[in-house]
């Protein structure tokens, strides 16, 4: 356009933008010179706010809210995926076998909402915590058998050594007879330290039933030896 038919606060302009005043309200003017001629395109200040409020501050709110609200309930979901796992991890960490809860593995006592993995993983645990409660009584019983066992043969050749030590220090029968028996209570001993040596063989077999015989007769027959000392006392 001819620069003469412009307006006066617009004519002198050089190409690029200007603010300019216009009727008492400002004006965004963008000048630009080609082959055809002049350009000059009139914006008022207050619409090129409002576009810029409606397509750039807007825009860019929803997308920070989008990713707020994404954000959150993705935190939510992992909240409810691993309070389970967190609280079974804790329950196992402060497991004390001395005095165990099976009941803390119960799957419906981790809170949160667990999904069917957590479940399996927490009713594993129990079952295995489970089995070494059995376990550990099953020692417990053992070592106290054991013990009992022990014993027996002990309190028997203390009893045959008092004895030879004692009333049979003259008698060479009775100390040979006495001294068969204690050897016979020595080889009970070294057959129930066998039998401790090689209980992790028969744990692997404890469901199968045994297939060997027994004399009840010469078992008898020991056992009255071993406590004839203590009967002669009583």
């Known amino acids: 356009a001819p620069r003469d038919g412009l307006p006066a606060d617009v004519r002198s302009l050089g190409p690029g933008y200007h603010r300019i005043v216009r009727d008492g309200k400002d004006a965004l003017v963008y000048v630009s010179q080609g082959a055809p001629g002049w350009l000059f395109l009139v914006f008022s200040q207050e619409q090129v706010n409002r576009l810029a409020l409606l397509f750039g501050f807007v825009p860019l709110t929803l997308v920070l809210v989008i990713i707020y609200v994404t954000t959150w309930l993705t935190y939510r979901a992992s909240r409810r995926a691993l309070s389970p796992v967190i609280a079974l991890a804790n329950t196992v960490r402060s497991w004390d076998p001395k005095h165990p809860d099976l009941e803390a593995l119960q799957p419906g006592r981790l809170g949160g909402e667990g999904d069917h993995d957590v479940e399996v993983l927490a009713g594993a645990l129990h079952g295995f915590a489970s089995r070494i409660d059995e376990f550990v009584e099953r020692e417990r019983n053992f070592t106290r058998d054991a013990s009992h066992e022990l014993r027996t043969p002990l309190t028997s050749l203390a009893g045959f050594i008092e004895t030879i030590r004692g009333p049979a220090r003259d008698d060479p029968e009775a100390q040979g007879r006495f001294l068969e028996i204690m050897q016979t209570q020595a080889d009970r ?26 004399d009840l007769a010469a078992i008898a027959h020991d056992v009255v030896d071993a406590v004839q000392p203590q009967l002669a006392r009583a």
């Not at 001993?189 to 028969?202: E, Y």
């Open 189 to 214: 001993m070294r057959r129930l330290v066998d039998d401790l040596l090689s209980l992790s063989r028969i744990e692997l077999n404890e469901h199968v039933p045994p297939t060997g015989k027994a």
